[in-house]
Each structure stands twice: as C-alpha cells, then as structure tokens.
C-alpha cells in the first residue's frame, strides 16, 4: 500500500495504534523473543522455533513473534511473555532446554519467578519485580532504546505506532530546512562516533556551500572492538536510523542519502534494507513523498571490514567504490565530499537523536545531561563485569557508577585494575578515577575519551604492556599506509612494546616510545594515526609498575606475557 497524502498517512497511523493496543491489552497470549547478533550466538532463533511448536502442542493460541535487542545482552536469549489478565513477564536465558518447562508453566499459569528478569509493570507481581527496577535498567534514560525489545525491528507499522515518522512528517510539511538545523543546533547534540562536533554546525555549514547535489552519509561502519551499539541499533530500530537520515536530507534539501553499514554487521544490513524497502512500498520515501514535493532516496553501501573505512573520507572513498584511504583536509566534507560535493557525515546513534529533537524539540534534547554534552549516549562495556550489554545514560554519570551500578561490578574471583577508554584511542583509567562524568569533556585531562562509547573493564590478570601491544597492533595493522608517520611509526612501537613484553628492553625504551609517538601524533594524516599511541601511552602513566616489572626486574606481574628471565639487565650499556 503507498501512501499518497498526509491524510492517508493519519489514517494509516491510527489503524497501527489500534492493532497495537489490540496486541497489548493483556487479554491474549503474546510471546516476544528478542531476535538479535547476540542472541542468535546463543541459539534465539532455536528458541524462536522451539516455543512455536512447544505452544501449539500444548494447546496454547498465542502470538509469537521477534522482537530485537534489550540491551541486556548477558541476559540472551530472553523470552517476554504476555498472558491473558497479567503484565508482560520478561525471562532470561530461555535455552531451548528450557522451553518445556517454561510452556507447562505458562500452561498451568505459573509464573517462573527464578528464571525472570522482571514484569513490564509498576508493582512486583508473582513474585517478580518491576523490571525498571532491575539494577540495569533503573539508572538509564532510554531515550534512544525506548522501543528496543518492544517492537518488531522488521516492521514499519510497529515502529509507526509506537510514534514513528512523526518527526519526518513534521519536518516536511510544518517546518522549513532552516528551521530543522536550527532545532538540531538548540539541542547542542554531537557526534556520537566519537570527535564531538556539533551536528547542527556541521548542518549549517553543509546548507552554506554552495554546489549541488549534496548527500547525507549516516556511519555504521563500527569496526572498532569492543563497540558495538550501532548494529544493535540497527538490529533493534532500523527505522529510527532511517528516519534521521531522511530528515537530514530534507535540512540539506537533497534526496540523496546514505548509510554505510560494516559489511561484518549481517543482520543489521538485512533489518536496515528491510526497512528502507518498507519506506518505499508505504511511500515515506522517493518522489515527491506524500504530495509534499519533498524527494528522497535512501540507498545502503557496506564496507569490507577495513576500519579505516570508519574514517569520514575514507568511508567516502568505499562508498564512491574506490579504495578507503584518507585525504588531506581542507577541503572539509561539507565543502567537498562523496564525488566532490557536499557531504554531510554523521554517526548512526547520531542520526537515530534526530526524530526526537525534531518531534519535542532542541531545548527538551538539551535539557539532559550536561551543558556541553547534551542528551543521552548509549555506551557498551565488556571485561569481567557482572552484566555485559548496551545501556543508555544521561552524560554526566560517573563512568564509577556505570560500572559498578549499571552493569554490577566485577564478576566473583575478578578485581578491578581499570577500564579501557575510547576504543582504541586512548588510554585507561584506574580505580581512584572513576568518579569523573562521562561526557564528552571530562575523561580528557585524565588521558581517557569518550570516543564511541566502548569501553573494557580489565582485572588483575591483565598486564598492562600486554595489553599496550594488542592496542597497538590494532592499530599497526588497521592502518591504510598512506602517510608515513602512521605506517613507520607505528610498527616501531610494536617493535618496542614487544621487546618490553618480552624481557629485552633496551636502556631508554620507555623515552623511546614517547619520541616515537610525537611524530605520528602530529603529522599524521587522519584521526587514526593522530591517536594511535595513546593507548600505550595511557598505559605507561595509568600502570608504570607493571612496565617497571618487566624492564627492571624480568618478570610479568600478570604472569600472562614470556619474559625471558635471563636478557640482560635494560641498564646495561649499549645494545
């Protein structure tokens, strides 16, 4: 069915609200499984396929269907279950051994209050407590995730009954361009892939050149370890990503746009295309959309796992179809982008903010966290930590209460020696610095970024030259050697991390490494190469014992790493 009118649109709308409070009245079965990357590696879609056949063999007429991630990725694989006169109960870690048990229950009306996480409702019932409650959940403003676990991620009408489309809506018929960017620049938000620029300057900026046409580019390229919030977010709510781009499009008044998806990411490029196939068929998106005389065009292009690509003009390279290297600036990419035009770039979590400023307004967005890092910014955390998965804060949160509250401290058997901060591009915290807010601002006197919001905890059983070397090997071989500083330097400083790990430094290794690094921070020639080393400088200030014990006295305090006991002293003259 397309769509040709915003009427046609209202009235499409009020039908999916029906039909969705129909599905939540709480008077039939329902049964929910979350349906993501994370919990297919657990075995969801067995799930998925076990409770389907385990209901109707009991006799039990319930909707099944997939919803996306929760975030509560420890949880997986999760099973929400809706009965007739009772809140939604969520369980947790519903393996298809545990299938059975689970329908009998549900076929007897027992709650399993031991296998749940908790009950979508304000009050404990059976036994269950509310689910905001949850430790996880109870210190998190879910602005971004509010329809994450709750709606179909392949399904326009859900995600349009939930309010979806509101703001594209808005924008088209009841704002100008002008006024979209001005509303984009009250809310202060900035990029969320890790530099921090105003959004709605780069907006600006992108509207003053003057050349056609121009192109919106969203990046989900994330091939950064250990972050991994925009695939789920493409995994849970394509169509909010969707939404923001299109939006960008119109403040841009071009219908060209782009999203740019690792090509590693499987199940967030098959929900996203689904979603922009959905826009076209229901007419939200091509031609004249709606008889607004607005166009739009959204096309996906994926990478081929290179984490360059994640760089703004060497995605733009990979999108052109040429090889992902990046270029000297300026020209800046709003002056000179995708086929030298204009090219506004932004971050997926980026673009997903965008329908609630425009749908509330900027100065509801700014109202959240702080003065200069407004919102919310959805952070990842893996390590030994109780509770592994995405959660969405308020900036400002201590990074210690997100560690310790959020996602429960460490793990039985494990204590905490730091957290690794802004992916690979900069350096740890320890124990007695956790009390700085998470902002854009704040970690950056103390050597840590925010960057995308992924971060490691480690324990005692990580040494930190060990670790310096992985970081930096990332980063060695993630290089596209382009420049010289990034393609000399940075082999060399594995050369001599590696001698440390390995019991043979040399005098002056440590003097050596800052030297090393000044070069390829300075004139390097993307953000890549300008942060390399600050991981293992990070590591030499957050842990110099730990360099200490292998330079001076032969030995990995960790006892993780093959120091030869017998190399000779690094005092010793001369090599």
Known sequence: MKLTDRAAFEQYVAEAQRRWAERTAGDRWVVSVGISECSIAK??????????????????????????????????????????????????????????????????????????????????????????????????????????????????????ARGGYQAWIKAIFDMTPEEVVNEVKISNVRGRGGAGFPAGIKWESGRRTQAWPKYVIANSHEGEPNVFKDRRMLESNPHLVLEGIMIGCYALETPHGYNYVGGEHKLAIERFRKAVDQAYELGLLGDNVLGSGVSCH?????????????????????????????????????????WKRPTVLNNTETFANIPGIIRNGGAWYAAMGTEKSTGTKLITMQGPVQRIGVVEIEMGMPMRELIFGLFGGMREGHVFKGVQTGGVSAGPLREEQLDVPVDFDSLTPLGGMLGSGGFVVFDQSVCAVDFARYLQEFNRYESCAKCVPCRLGNPALVEIIERIRLGHARPGDLTLIEETSRPIIDLSLCGLGQVAPMPTLGMIRAFPEDFAAHIDEHRCPAGVCPVDAAAPAATAAGD
């Not at 969801?44 to 509560?72: F, N």
């Not at 007897?108 to 749940?116: I, L, M, S, Y």
């Open 43 to 160: 075995g969801a879609r067995q799930t998925l396929d076990h409770l389907r056949l385990a209901l109707e063999q009991a006799g039990i007429q319930a909707e099944v269907r997939q919803v996306g991630c929760a975030g509560w990725c420890w949880a997986e694989p999760y099973v929400e279950v809706q009965a007739p006169g009772a809140p939604p109960v969520i369980y947790q870690k519903i393996t298809t051994d545990k299938v059975p048990e689970l329908v009998d229950a549900m076929k007897r009306g027992d709650v399993k209050a031991d296998w749940a996480l908790g009950v979508r409702a304000d009050q404990p019932f059976e036994g269950v407590p509310p689910l905001n409650e949850h430790p996880f959940l109870a210190g998190q403003r879910r602005v971004l995730m509010a329809d994450w676990g709750i709606i179909d991620p392949e399904s326009i009408e859900d995600y349009i």
């Open 298 to 338: 959204i096309r996906v292009r994926t990478g081929g796992g290179a984490y360059i690509c994640g760089e703004g003009s060497a995605l733009m390279y990979s999108v052109m179809g040429q090889r992902g290297q990046p270029r000297t600036k300026p020209p800046r990419s709003v002056e000179e982008g995708v």
